[in-house]
């Protein structure tokens, strides 16, 4: 029998398939597997390349397969999609894995220990239990607003909404009953957000990395976690565009026939990561709005030609890439550098504005290293 060379293996939660080609690239191997005959099928199979597209659990299998010897590649599904010649089935999207992997230009996702799939479940779990308690908060505003209890805006003002409730003799009991019941929903989520920040809090104050990306002034403590936490090889990125691309911050590029045409942002990427970069971005911007912070030039010529939505998202462009030099050289952020640095090479400008206030286009900018990047060693 011919030796494969690689093999791209479709998973499921309980259905296997597995294409394997030559050296020939004749396909050799075409076998369904159930999850209990994975293990044994390819401890009994000799070394050999295995690719699988990057999803629930497949990071389990590759720490499984490289342990019996094999060299595992995980890559991302938007790649695989391409080479699926025709129709959608396991047998279709197996072989496109198989010929994906062999593309030499081809992107392979790092894979994550368990240690940082642990980590990150600690920034998903704290992103589900915001949304709870944002949900929670609403209903709570929602239903007492209907019995004329309205209070001003911020989840500093739940309190005294559920305070008024109470103290309220003219609310009928069903209608009291049903509060307590969201404000013990509300509260419960309110406690366990803050002792997730806490446990986010000890790993900042563990971790260098994470210290020395917080002394950027739009990243504060939990989104330099979250950083450190979900960056798993930042050398992973040719350039700081490359990661400001990956969190979806940089254009649509359009262009055609020589003519250069970006449109809005791509908001491919982390979610999570490009939300918190943003929100920092805008913190600071209403500091400076407000004439309590000292903005760069770069950030007040900006804040003179564009609105601050765009402004924002431009300025978590740049940050990005700012977190990008740090982490890949362990350099420490130098605000004098940033402060003094020329215009002209100050960063992403933001383009016109399209569609809504969050359809913001970033012009390209080649300056994402070095002083211009107020970083020193």
Request: charged fraction near 20%.
């Given at each position: ?9 479709d ?27 994975v293990?044994?099928?390819f ?39 391409p ?43 704290r992103?589900?239990l915001?949304?709870?308690r ?13 019995f ?28 009291k ?20 920040e ?7 104050r563990?971790?260098?990395q ?54 809005v ?62 982490m890949?050289?362990?350099e ?46």
């Open positions: 029998m011919e030796k494969i060379t690689r093999i791209g293996m998973t499921s939660k309980s259905a296997f398939q597995l294409h394997g080609v030559a050296e020939n690239e004749q396909p050799i191997l075409r076998k369904k597997l159930r999850r209990r005959h293990l044994e099928f401890a009994q199979a000799a070394p050999t390349k295995i690719g699988m597209e990057a999803c629930g659990g497949a990071h389990y299998w590759v720490r499984q397969l490289e342990a019996l010897g094999h060299d595992v590649v995980l890559l991302p599904p938007q790649y695989v999609k080479y699926v010649m025709r129709g959608k089935n396991d047998a279709a999207d197996a072989e496109a894995i198989c010929e994906a992997m062999s593309r030499p230009k081809m992107r392979f996702v790092p894979v994550k220990s368990v240690e940082q799939q642990a980590a990150q479940m600690l920034l998903g779990v992103n589900g915001l949304r709870r944002t949900q929670v908060s609403n209903a709570i505003r929602g239903h007492a607003a209907e004329g209890i309205v209070e001003a805006l911020g989840l500093s003002q739940i309190e005294p909404i559920l305070a008024q409730i109470a103290a309220d003799s003219t609310l009928p009991a069903l209608a009953q049903m509060f307590v019941m969201l404000s013990g929903q509300y509260r419960h989520a309110d406690a366990q957000i803050r002792e997730i806490a446990q986010l809090t000890a790993f900042h563990s971790s260098e994470s210290r020395r990306l917080a002394e950027v002034p739009t990243i504060g403590p939990i989104t330099a976690s979250a950083l450190s936490i979900k960056v798993t090889n930042p050398k992973a990125f040719r350039s700081g565009r490359d990661f400001a691309a990956w969190l979806g911050l940089t254009p649509k590029d359009h262009s055609t026939a020589g003519k250069l045409k970006l449109g942002i791509t908001r491919a990427g982390d979610e999570m990561l490009r939300s918190l970069l943003i929100t920092g971005a805008t913190a600071v911007i209403q500091q400076v709005t407000r004439k309590k912070g000292q903005a760069s030039p770069w950030l007040q010529g900006l804040l003179k030609r564009k609105p601050a939505k765009l402004a924002a998202v431009a300025l978590a462009n740049k940050t990005a890439r700012i977190a990008w030099k740090l890949v050289s362990g420490r952020y130098h605000p004098l550098q940033a402060t003094a640095e020329p215009l002209h090479r100050a960063g992403p400008c933001a383009a016109r504005r399209e569609g809504s206030a969050q359809g913001s286009a970033l012009r390209r900018n080649t300056s994402t290293t070095g002083a211009a990047m107020g970083v020193t060693a």
